[in-house]
């Protein structure tokens, strides 16, 4: 079945990255199965994310429409679907190079003739930093809600204690060689049975948790280390956190991008935190000393006499760490002569004493 994804996320065709994104949360949280939403209507959120999110992917779904990220055609329900799942794997010697060439696309070693190994899904999530977690690191508990190996029949899909046997439909493969129509012709695609849930066993009596699919959808909470460092729109790989494919087989990653909130003072740059402090032109004039505020606090820093507006100061080493080598960048700051704007008669008077000698 085609879907829509624009209009499954309410955006045009020509809406930019931005839009889709905000878009893709506003939705996901007015329709989170933990709020009361709609599952289905949810994971098809997620599905439109996964492709309209993804430049690539994006660039595919506009030209061969959601055909191309479909399961073959039937898809299980509820079965390794996922977000929208690159199960497909072309057979027969025609389409090779065409396998060759999606399989890059998609990243799923497809290759010709080899066998590809079960993997669950990559799960995307949004993860907010404040500048300061950002920059020393944080620990993070996320909450997901994905498809997860059953831990009642600890992904068998049979109901303990009941007899399993293989499945009649696919032979005990897995898989069944289907026919599909596609704008390249006829190709014969290999699904995921249905019968079996691509296990190739069958249950006498189906687990009552996942209804034999040996996986189901749960929210749990991952922990996960944010490394020190990290910059707005990094996305951190975690290993094995996505889903889990029904049937058995190494879960998918979970990819989070990060997005870092703006500090009311500082700013950085590169590895730097730069920021403008305003003091006293006396200061500047004669010189002394001022408190900076830096990320690991407030610092003395000497200011030199006939020092000029806008000279920028160098903090060294308090600015945001080099990946994990413990150094450090440095903090800038910015000298900025603060005119005052209401004086004291007397500040005044002496103001009108430094304008005669001609200051
Ligand atoms: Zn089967
Ligand atoms: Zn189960």
């Given at each position: 079945m085609a879907k829509d994804y624009y209009s499954i996320l309410g955006v045009s065709k020509s809406a930019n990255d931005d839009e889709i994104k905000k878009s893709f949360r506003r939705l996901a949280h007015e329709h989170h199965p933990d709020k009361g939403g709609d599952a289905s209507k949810f994971k098809d959120i997620n599905e439109a994310y996964q492709i309209l999110g993804d430049k690539q992917k994006r660039q595919t779904y506009d030209q061969f429409g959601s055909a191309a990220f479909e399961n073959g055609g039937g898809g299980a329900p509820g079965g390794s679907?996922?977000?929208?799942?690159?199960?497909f794997n072309f057979q027969g010697q025609d389409f090779g190079d065409l396998n060759d060439v999606l399989g890059e696309m998609f990243g799923f070693g497809g290759g010709r003739g080899g066998r590809r190994e079960k993997r669950g899904q990559n799960i995307e999530v949004d993860v907010e930093l404040s500048f300061r977690e950002a920059v020393f690191g944080a620990d993070k508990t996320l909450k997901l809600y994905r498809q997860l190996t059953c831990e009642h029949c600890k992904g068998e899909g049979a109901e303990p204690g009941t007899k399993v046997n293989e499945c009649k439909t696919c032979g005990g493969k897995g898989q069944v060689t289907q026919a599909t129509r596609t704008m390249f012709g006829t190709m014969q695609t290999a699904v995921q049975c249905k019968d079996c849930h691509g296990r190739g066993k069958k249950a006498e009596k189906e687990c009552t948790v996942c209804g034999g699919h040996g996986v189901h959808r749960r929210e749990q909470s991952v922990s996960i280390r944010i490394p020190a460092g990290v910059d707005d729109g990094a996305m951190l790989q975690v290993s094995g956190e996505g889903e889990a494919p029904a049937g058995g087989g190494r879960a998918g990653d979970l990819f989070v991008r990060i997005h870092v909130e703006q500090h009311p003072t500082f700013e950085r740059n590169g590895n730097d935190i730069v920021s403008e402090m305003a003091i006293p032109f006396s200061v500047l004039a004669i010189g002394g000393t001022i408190h900076v505020p830096t990320i690991d606090g407030d610092e003395s820093v000497r200011v030199a006499e006939g020092t000029p507006d806008g000279t920028l100061i160098t903090i060294r080493?308090?600015?945001?760490?080099?990946?994990?080598?413990g150094t450090r960048g440095n903090h800038i700051v910015r000298l900025v002569a603060d005119v005052p704007r209401k004086l004291s008669k007397e500040q005044k008077a002496l103001l009108e004493q430094l304008r005669n000698t001609g200051l």
């Open positions: 679907g996922g977000f929208g799942g690159f199960d080493a308090k600015g945001i760490p080099y990946g994990r080598s």
